[in-house]
């Protein structure tokens, strides 16, 4: 059974990348003082080259969006979601639940006004 899987930082793949678009040393030259397959190089290197236009591009592209800015508005529908299920009982405000019903028809940005 072969090792662990390798996880290579950041830093780590631009350096080698960096280093084969110089072309001082050649890929397998590198492979063989990082201990990494030559095809890996390659693909950094092709990385490097494609995105690099993209470090320059100041202002002009919105930051990209954090996890916590993507999962809220799921987390958010979860929770009205589960203020769906239908209640068992006597004693249900059941015009209340239709209201609720309604309010959760609603796109989130006009379900605020009611709230």
Known sequence: MKGKRRA??????AKIAIEAIKGVKTLSELAAEYKIH????STWKKQLQMNAA???????????????EL???????????????????????????????FIISLPLRQRKIYC
Do not use: C, M
């Not at 030559?38 to 190089?41: D, E, F, G, M, V």
């Not at 591009?57 to 930051?63: D, L, N, R």
């Open 38 to 41: 030559p095809n890996q190089i």
């Open 71 to 101: 999962t809220a508005p799921l987390y958010e529908e979860i929770g009205w979601r589960q203020a769906l299920i239908i209640p068992s009982g006597d004693n249900v405000d059941w015009q209340a639940y239709q209201d609720l019903v």
């Open 8 to 13: 290579h930082s950041d830093k780590f793949k």
């Open 54 to 68: 993209e470090l320059f591009t100041h202002g002009k592209k919105s930051k990209a969006k954090t996890e916590e």
